[in-house]
């Protein structure tokens, strides 16, 4: 209890650099691989702080970490920092009014989770350094977790390899240990290439691109009545050959979102996808390109790890709201319907209650069914890693996930109070472990038993290139 309290002591000490850094972030909503603005921003807080700075990890621009601490076992604290397009946003404000037609916005809350990890291992170094611990610290700002799927190339990467633990965060409306369950995904386009003619006077010598893609995608939809429950696919047509219709399309592009509970069932159904791609160009007299741009591994847990930071979360309480944070919170809920946060609830395994409009509970390890669940590139880190992460309340109970109502509370103080309150948690758990090599064992050895028999293969091919360009959409 004593270094817990320590170590939250050295996170408030610093906290209102961290929620500077926070909102800065927050003004410059940057998407996938693009957040050159955001990440420098943290790379002179890590300058500022005095860790030693590694920049380009993998290949990426945006990507950087920083170490402090010296021999002993390395605990990485995991950062993001990407945004989301089209939820530009002002703040504080419980309306739809956005700073910019079409602007990107923080929806998903990462200029917290970024600024949150980074004051979690600045806390931890000042720790180690004051009472001359062996031990080191990594912050590793990641980019384009938002489809991008960057901590997947970094594993690739061999990033991670020295790690002994890794540990996250993300904002939610509950504060908690999350349950570790996610969709594996792979990202996908398939280009079809065809023959033009006009649609009139010679159509019989045309060969329409765009039919395949149509018939590609009747075909997946007929597929979903025939592929787990779990499972979820999604599309976009990026490219309809063209905008007039007396023209046979020679080319289009319809891009894949795959999602599968495992490894293993995304490897079934990609290659399901695949072969309907494959009837479909032959329907046509049409070929098909298939271009792998992303994929997320599912999540694997590790038992020691998630009691370690329930403990933790248990002696902290949940983050101390004030009235003022609830009668705003209040007001965002009047923009959503009992629906919305009734799914809050049900998510985290509570029992729906009306007129609780901040997180004050710590829900329980395992909690919810996982029945509606996303995908993230820290899975792929935890199946190279023992990984733990936690869920930080920030926001209102009901706000919806990639919503402007979630951009307009991202620089409140109940925003920072989470923030802060999720730094703590990850902060004692770091110095815990480093404190005793035992705790650390025993996550090694439940990740031995959970993955054995179980090879990583990783859903980025290795000829697979960061898509430095993609779009962000998860």
């Not at 384009?144 to 540990?167: L, Y």
């Not at 592929?227 to 309809?240: F, K, L, N």
């Not at 949940?318 to 609830?326: L, S, T």
Request: aromatic share 6%.
């Amino acid at each position: 209890m004593k270094n817990s309290a320590e170590i939250w002591d050295l996170v408030e000490a610093k906290r209102e650099q961290f929620f500077e850094l926070s909102d800065r972030v927050w003004d410059t909503p940057e998407l996938n691989y693009q957040e050159k603005r955001s990440m420098a921003e943290h790379r002179s807080m890590l300058e500022r702080e005095g860790f030693r700075i590694t920049e380009g990890l993998a290949g990426l621009p945006t990507a950087i970490m920083g170490e402090a601490g010296d021999e002993g076992p390395v605990i990485a604290i995991l950062g993001e920092y990407d945004a989301l397009p089209g939820l530009s946003q002002e703040a504080g404000v419980a309306e739809h009014r956005p700073v910019e037609d079409g602007g990107n916005g923080h929806g998903c809350g990462h200029n917290l989770l970024g600024a949150g990890s980074l004051m979690a291992a600045t806390a931890v170094k000042d720790f180690l350094a004051a009472h001359g611990i062996k031990g080191r610290v990594r912050y590793y700002g990641c980019p384009a977790e938002e489809g991008g799927s960057a901590k997947g190339f970094m594993v690739r990467d061999g990033v991670f390899d020295d790690v002994d633990v890794a540990i996250s965060w993300h904002p939610a409306p509950f504060a908690g240990v999350n349950n570790p369950i996610s969709l594996a995904c792979n990202e996908l386009s398939f280009h079809f290439t065809g023959r033009s003619a006009h649609a009139a006077a010679s159509p019989h010598l045309g060969r329409s691109a765009l039919d395949a893609v149509e018939l590609m995608n009747v075909g997946v939809n007929y597929m979903r009545e025939h592929m787990p429950s779990t499972a979820r696919v999604h599309y976009a047509v990026t490219d309809t050959g063209g905008s007039a219709p007396n023209v046979v399309q020679a080319k289009a592009t319809v891009r894949y979102l795959i999602r599968a509970r495992d490894l293993t069932d995304l490897h079934a159904l990609l290659a399901r996808v695949r072969k309907i791609a494959d009837g479909a160009a032959l329907m046509t007299e049409t070929s098909v390109e298939v271009k792998v741009l992303s994929g997320d591994a599912n999540l694997v847990g590790n038992t020691p790890l998630e009691s370690l930071m329930h403990g933790n979360l248990e002696r902290l309480g949940p983050p101390a709201f004030d009235e003022k944070d609830r009668a705003f919170a209040e007001e965002i809920q009047k923009t959503l319907r009992w629906d919305d946060i009734k799914a809050s609830f049900d998510r985290f395994g509570l029992k729906p209650r009306k007129d609780v409009p901040l997180c004050d509970v710590i829900f329980p390890p395992e909690s919810g069914d996982g029945t509606l669940v996303g995908s993230t590139d820290v899975g792929s880190v935890s199946w190279v890693v023992p990984t733990v992460q936690m869920r930080g309340a920030t926001y209102a109970v009901g706000t919806p996930g990639h919503s402007w109502q979630l951009v307009a509370q991202g620089k409140l103080p109940a925003a920072h109070k989470g923030m802060e309150h999720a730094a703590k948690v990850m902060a004692a758990t770091a110095l815990d472990l480093i404190a005793d090599p035992a705790l650390i064992e025993a996550a090694k050895a439940d990740f031995r038993d959970r993955l054995a028999g179980s090879p990583f293969v990783n859903p980025i091919p290795d000829d697979v290139e960061p898509p430095l360009d993609i779009s962000a959409h998860s």
